[in-house]
């Protein structure tokens, strides 16, 4: 599966701003995607995921409330709805896929194929 993430830029804090997944080559049927950030001299960070067979979202305590993931197998496209910005929020933002279960869901080593990357940035 390869994946194209997108939707990107700089916004003032308070904003908002949709990020989006797309497989361009496979499907992400069958996978858990997850969207991942990570900041300079950090560790990639888990934000959010949604498993392949139900439609249940999984959030970062940081996030929860401000952003929504979704997921449409129809069109092989993940989004990511961010909403009430926060200047800590900026990050590179990475779409994943993988065979993550829910014990492993916030881990990046659980997901096998990743998107370039997204950057974010919120201004305060």
């Known amino acids: 599966v390869q994946l194209q993430a997108s939707g990107g830029g700089l916004v003032q804090a308070g904003g908002s701003l949709r990020l989006s997944c797309a497989a361009s080559?496979?499907?992400?049927?069958?996978?858990?995607v997850g969207w991942f950030r990570q900041s300079p001299g950090k560790e990639r960070e888990f934000v959010a995921a949604v498993r392949p067979t139900s439609s249940r979202p999984y959030y970062a305590d940081s996030v929860k409330g401000r952003f929504t993931i979704s997921r449409d197998n129809t069109k092989n496209t993940v989004n990511l709805q961010m909403n009430s910005l926060k200047p800590e929020d900026t990050a590179v933002y990475y779409c994943?896929?993988?065979?993550?279960?829910?014990?492993?869901?916030?881990?990046?080593?659980?997901?096998?194929?990743w998107g370039q990357g997204t950057l974010v940035t919120v201004s305060s």
């Open positions: 080559e496979g499907t992400f049927v069958g996978y858990t």
């Open positions: 994943g896929a993988g065979r993550a279960i829910l014990s492993t869901i916030s881990t990046p080593l659980a997901y096998g194929y």
